[in-house]
């Protein structure tokens, strides 16, 4: 019995070692990720948050406080560095995006209270300032902020909170899907992109200016924004695949009894400040690199 054990453990150990070899080889997804261990902690973040009307202020509320109680986790690191910004503000191009905070991380709790936790808390949903408010782009300039961030920020981690669906529609100047600013980020592996996206939000009908006039957004096209989104993470897993990006997707559950602690989990992962936390999260993502192969 005891032989038949060890025979059993040996074949499938050299099963374990053979289906690594054969994913280094075939998943240039895992052959990355696999090459990654051995690389130092990661000190530089960027967090971008999407605050357009198709977000739930519910779920950035618990975005918010995610990330606050994560980053709390890095005062006094000296060497952690981090930068925030919202876009999805209302308008096109450069003014649809503000950023928040940039700093190292703060040194003690009073510091971090002023510099960097009273802002996040004040981010909030795009509305506008006029009275006519209803009738800003409703969407998030998603590909536009994608490229301006990722050509700023090679080498970097970058988390992205937002639902993933690109709308400049109400803008004369349109951006296309940032293929060449993603490339180019991808071109060195210890960048990475990170999307914590929750389903499209529908709050109700709107009325927007565009370049065509007066458009009207309906929750009748909630289905249209969530083909958009998909249709945008496809592109996106179409360069991870290739080796050209190492991107990452977290689904954030519509449940608010386990929203708070999956976003809690995944910043931690996403942001770690232990050793332990660094070699939890490179394990994370060889296992993630794996399911995918798997799922195809």
């Known amino acids: 019995m005891k032989r038949f054990i060890l025979i059993v453990a040996i074949l499938a150990s050299m099963a374990l070692v053979i289906s690594t070899i054969a994913l280094y080889f075939t998943n240039k997804d895992f052959a990355t990720e696999l090459r990654q261990v051995s690389q130092p902690k990661r000190n530089t973040f960027h967090i971008g948050i999407d605050v357009s009307r198709?977000?739930?202020?519910?779920?950035?509320?618990?975005?918010?406080?995610?990330l606050i109680s994560r980053l709390e986790n890095l005062i006094g690191e000296k060497k952690v560095f981090y930068h925030i910004s919202i876009f999805g503000l209302p308008?096109?191009?450069?003014?649809?995006?503000?950023?928040?905070?940039?700093?190292?991380?703060?040194?003690?709790?009073?510091?971090?209270?002023?510099?960097?936790?009273?802002?996040?808390?004040?981010?909030?949903?795009?509305?506008?300032?006029?009275?006519?408010?209803?009738?800003?782009?409703?969407?998030?300039?998603?590909?536009?902020?994608?490229?301006?961030?990722?050509?700023?920020?090679?080498?970097?981690?970058?988390?992205i909170f937002s639902n993933l669906v690109n709308n400049d529609s109400g803008c004369q100047k349109q951006y296309p899907f940032p293929v060449k600013a993603i490339t180019r980020f991808g071109t060195n592996k210890e960048g990475q992109i990170i999307f914590l996206y929750p389903t499209p939000y529908s709050p109700g009908?709107?009325?927007?200016?565009?370049?065509?006039?007066?458009?009207?957004?309906?929750?009748?096209?909630?289905?249209?924004?969530?083909?958009?989104?998909?249709?945008?993470?496809?592109?996106?897993?179409?360069?991870s695949s290739s080796g050209k990006a190492r991107v990452f997707f977290y689904y954030i559950p519509n449940d608010p009894q386990r929203r708070l602690n999956f976003l809690r989990s995944q910043l931690q992962d996403s942001i770690p400040a232990t050793i332990f936390e660094v070699i939890w999260e490179r394990l994370s993502k060889i296992v993630d690199t794996v399911v995918g192969a798997v799922r195809g």
């Open 205 to 239: 009908r709107y009325k927007y200016k565009s370049y065509y006039g007066i458009q009207r957004i309906t929750p009748k096209q909630h289905e249209g924004l969530i083909k958009k989104q998909l249709n945008f993470m496809i592109e996106m897993q179409k360069l």
């Open 91 to 159: 308008g096109c191009g450069k003014e649809t995006i503000a950023d928040i905070v940039s700093t190292q991380s703060p040194e003690d709790p009073a510091s971090f209270s002023r510099r960097v936790e009273k802002r996040i808390r004040n981010i909030r949903i795009a509305t506008g300032e006029k009275a006519d408010a209803d009738e800003a782009p409703l969407g998030s300039p998603l590909f536009f902020f994608l490229e301006k961030i990722l050509t700023e920020k090679i080498g970097e981690r970058v988390i």
């Open 54 to 66: 198709t977000m739930r202020p519910d779920i950035l509320a618990d975005f918010k406080d995610a």
